[in-house]
């Protein structure tokens, strides 16, 4: 359900905005909704801070703390500061040691030498140069050229010339190092123990973790009152906000202005505002929040909460779509284990209820349906409750038969909203041409038979469309709009009824690759050891497969038949933003 809100304009004097908001804040119940945009220096510090903080916490999570700190730090500002900086050192180290590896890589092959020493023979003409020649080139080399070679890879030569005048010759020249081979890997080595001991000093600041997630928390909320501040409107001497809160909350709001002699004004959402929504479902319905968050979806306040369809036609359609009671098992263990293993440190404790409840619609369908771990492998001696549920045939009508449930339910509910008004009469029309699409779709696909008074509900039902989509306006006008809307949306509602097809086909395919796998399987039994362990091998594969794929198939189908079709229908367009009172 979607808790009625009270939108609330606030008066007070500009030089109480600051203590107004922190009153609204220890309140806790006003969302607020902000009239001019929040921007200035202060803003801006405040997210500069909120950026180095986060930047120490990425380079701090990346390493592993032994104790967790449990303290607070007396100076955040400084630590964060220290971890970016020991950071940027760390990074500058690894950059430097990289290069310094990839130098002393190449130079092994030149030798051990001081580049100092060539440098001061250069001045008593002395010329010492080194260059990668061809092997075959070497002979061009002038007489008066004393050539050492110090290598040779893949047909070039390393060599050093000396000479008494400057050298220049059409070959690769190799610049000097910086400092000789023997120096370098010192130098590394003293690089390596700093880097360590960096590392060492990062890793032990790293504990200190859960105090800047605290500092973290303290700077949202700090910025969250400044941006109420600053957003409020300004009329001469007065500054004033506007929010909304749960009608529930109105008296406890209402006192607490009293007491603070604030001027406030009290009315209903307009359909213009941009009101928060608020979701307060029963417990059992409620398991569904954990998987509305992971998909960032959220009704709009004018909208409809369709929490309690949705998980309805979820277990529904993740029953169908696993199908088979063998792999509801491993999911409700692997829940069981999960919650055993993680439980404690998983804040969405519904998400573990919602997981019993699809291992269970799985099972039950499974069960149904004689599926356990596909169905080839055991024909004789494992049976199921319900054999239509074999029969192709049968399952694809149910499809069928679901879609049009499905988005009946969406049409008659938006029925009862409309009453008394004229304009709930199409919508009954729309439900006869569901079941019209339901009957041609057995026709089409399945070559049933099409009934004889499919035609009365068809016609019933588009009469009803044309005549009541917009009644109220003049007969040529209203009829004409009726008709645009039937053939915009005729075509669209078989194929909605159809595409419940893909429970059969998914749910089908599952049965397939586990069946599939088995008889692989079975060509390697009973030949000795080794041919088992192929054979479990092949078993396991094929059964993860399927556990993996599972879950997959019902994000992909059974939650967009809900979000998708049904939505549509129901004219639900996800459109809502969380309610997030400003509290401390």
Known sequence: MIVPMKKVTLIVQAKDKETTIEKLAELGVLHIEHLQEPKGRELNLLKEEMQRLEEAKTLLSAFSPSVRGKERLLDGKSFIIQV??????????????????????FWETWGDFEPEIIKELEKKNIYIRLYQIPLRELKKIPEDIVIKEISSQKGMVNCLLISRKEINFPFKKI??????????????????????SLEKEMREKSSFLPALEEIRVELEKEKELAEA??????????SYLRGYLPRESLEKFLNFSREQAWGILIADPSPEDSVPTLLRNPPWIRILDP??????????????DISFWFLIFLCLFFGILIGDAGYGMVYLVL?????????????????????????????????????IFGQAWHPHFIKPLLPP?????????????????????????????????????????????????YFLARMLILGEILPEFVRVIFLLGVSLVVLFTHPQKNIIKGWGEGMGALFLNLVSNFTDVVSYIRLFAVGLAGVAIADSFHSIALDFAGRGFFSSLITA??????????????????????VRLNLLEFCNHLEVKWKGFPYQPLRK
């Open 84 to 105: 970016i900086d020991l950071g940027k050192r760390i990074k500058d180290l690894k950059e430097y040691t990289y290069r310094l590896e990839e130098e002393i890589k």
């Open 291 to 304: 998987l509305f968050r992971f998909l960032a979806i959220l009704p709009g306040y004018e909208e409809l």
């Open 537 to 558: 091998f092949i078993l396991i594969l094929g059964h993860t497969l399927n556990l993996l794929l599972g879950p997959m198939s019902v994000l992909v189908h059974g």
């Open 175 to 196: 610049p000097l190092p910086e400092m000789g081979l023997g120096k370098m890997k010192r130098v590394l080595q003293e690089k390596k123990d700093l880097l360590l």
């Open 335 to 371: 829940t069981f284990w999960a919650k055993r293993k993680w439980g404690e440190r998983i804040k969405e404790k519904a998400l573990f209820t919602l997981f019993y409840l699809l291992s269970f619609s799985a099972i039950l369908w499974g069960i149904f349906s004689g599926t």
């Open 229 to 238: 501040k600053i957003g409020m409107g300004e009329f001469g001497p007065l």
């Open 389 to 437: 549920l074999r029969n192709d045939k049968v399952v694809q009508n149910f499809c069928f038969f679901l879609g049009a449930l499905h988005l009946s339910i969406a049409h008659f509910w938006k029925f009862l909203l409309k009453l008394p008004s004229l304009f709930s009469f199409a919508e009954l029309g729309w439900i006869s041409i569901l079941w019209g699409a």
